[in-house]
Structure formats: structure tokens, C-alpha cells
């Protein structure tokens, strides 16, 4: 399993690993689109980040073929 969490700021985390840039992330997509048993991907956006950032990673992850991904942690969103 991998943990993706985006901070309120845009940061995006791999794992607890800082990612510096949009690039870093695609490349650590495509590592895990080649493995044929893809691990899930769990997506964990903080609330107060921009839809824009967790958009993009999800195109991301789609468009370089990453197959099982979801949101998690959902239950901050509900008041």
C-alpha cells in the first residue's frame, strides 16, 4: 500500500516523504503503474487544501495508468 497525503499547503507526501515537485511524483506513479499487482494508493488530502492540487494528482495517477487509488479519510469533510 501506498499513502499519499497533500497538506493544506500543496505539499505532497509519498509514504511520510516529502515530494519537491510534480515530476517526482509522476516518476514515483510510473514505478508503481509497472508493477503488474499494482498496491493500492490511498489518497489522503487535508481539508483545507485546494480541489486544484488533489485533481491534479488524481489526473496524474490516471493518466499514467495507476488502477487502484482511492480517498481516504473522508470522514474530516463531513461537519
Known sequence: MVNIDIDFDG???W???VIPDH???EEHM???AAIPDQPEMHLRPNKL???KTVASVMAAAQ???VTKIGM???EQFVD
Do not use: E, F, K
Open 63 to 65: 493518466r499514467l495508468g
Open 23 to 25: 515530476a517526482s511524483l
Open 72 to 74: 481516504v479519510g473522508n
Open 11 to 13: 505539499t505532497i507526501l
Open 49 to 51: 487544501v485546494a480541489y
Open 30 to 32: 510510473r514505478a508503481v
Open 15 to 17: 509514504d511520510g516523504n
